[in-house]
């Protein structure tokens, strides 16, 4: 099976820096996928990972290491609009398919 | 262009009436995914289409639960005799896949409320 693990919760101010970890299992492994939600919205995609390293993104960067089984998301210079649901998401292999699986969320607050 | 729709965007039923979900993929994307979210959870994969390959109905959570995907275009989720605890947002979701990364576009999803 697949599993993913992350914090419920963040809180940071305006104009901080934020990071998000992300610790999975899997069977297989194809890359670490990060999405936003903002209430009532759908998701989006922001980063994607396949390789060990940090990707960066604008404001955004996204870290990968495969060994031991981690990643991040890390936010600069937060912003108010910055306030959402951060999913990270795992390609992996479940039965047949090359399946997606996500983490139950982080819900970032910035506060002003 | 075009993003992914789904519609209706809310639907209220009744328990054991069935209802079906439809969501019209972007153009040209081989890969549509549909999951469930309840309020303040994450994602539940629910099945997963991909060209003309048998479909990945490993999600479903039981056999009130169907999809297909006519002409490899749009979708439609069906729940039969729903209860209560099918109340969730329906999202779906379309890729196009050997792009890489994969990424997956979803749509606004279908708020669905069993009475």
């Known amino acids: 099976g697949q599993s993913l693990e992350q914090p419920s919760e963040v809180t940071a101010v305006e104009g901080a820096i934020v990071q998000i970890n992300c610790t999975y299992q899997?069977?297989?492994?194809?890359?670490l996928s990060w999405y936003q939600q903002h209430d009532g919205g759908a998701p989006t995609f922001l980063s994607y990972?396949?390789?060990?390293g940090l990707e960066e993104t604008g404001r955004f960067s996204s870290f990968l290491s495969r060994s031991d089984s981690y990643g991040y998301l890390l936010l600069q210079e937060l912003q108010m609009k910055d306030s959402a649901s951060y999913f990270c998401a795992v390609r992996g292999v479940s039965g047949s398919a090359r399946q997606l699986t996500f983490g139950s969320g982080t819900q970032l607050t910035v506060l002003p | 262009g075009a993003g992914v729709s789904q519609s209706p965007s809310n639907k209220v039923t009744e328990k054991g009436k069935d209802v079906e979900l439809r969501c019209d993929p972007i153009?040209?994307?081989?890969?549509l995914y549909w999951y469930r979210q309840s309020l303040g959870q994450g994602l539940e994969f629910l099945i997963y289409?991909?060209?003309?390959?048998?479909?990945?109905k490993s999600g479903l959570p039981s056999d009130r639960f169907s999809a297909e995907r006519t002409g490899g275009s749009v979708s439609t989720l069906t729940i039969q005799r729903t209860q209560q605890e099918d109340s969730a947002v329906y999202l779906c979701?379309?890729?196009?896949?050997?792009?890489?990364?994969?990424?997956?576009?979803f749509g606004p999803g279908t708020r669905l409320l069993v009475l």
């Open positions: 899997t069977s297989g492994f194809y890359g």
């Open positions: 990972n396949a390789l060990d």
């Open positions: 289409f991909q060209g003309n390959s048998a479909p990945d």
């Open positions: 979701a379309s890729s196009l896949l050997g792009a890489g990364k994969e990424t997956q576009y």
């Open positions: 153009s040209g994307h081989t890969a």
